[in-house]
């Protein structure tokens, strides 16, 4: 019984870790910044490049800045 516990706990504790990190605004990992930049290079055809990209936890979210080589011919406006 005590070692069912101990697993709990240690779950517990992993679960409660993550919930803090990700409200304290830690980075995106590695593998979520990859998906962002798939996501913003498939968004539009006018998108030649992804030159930088950051993401940062809001909560359960991510908060995310992209900043994308265009066409020519596509407004900013």
């Given amino acids: 019984m005590d070692q069912d516990v101990n ?3 240690s779950v517990a ?5 993550s919930h ?7 980075s995106a990992s590695h593998a979520q910044l990859q998906q962002i930049i798939y996501m913003a290079q498939r968004f539009s ?3 030649l490049k992804v030159m930088a990209v950051s993401g940062y936890h809001a909560g359960d979210n991510i908060l995310v800045e992209v ?10 406006l």
Avoid: E, R, Y
């Fill in 7 to 9: 697993s709990f706990l």
């Fill in 13 to 17: 504790d992993n679960s409660a870790n």
């Fill in 20 to 26: 803090i990190q990700n409200l304290t605004g830690t």
């Fill in 45 to 47: 055809d006018h998108i």
């Fill in 67 to 76: 900043d994308v080589g265009k066409t020519v011919s596509l407004s900013v």
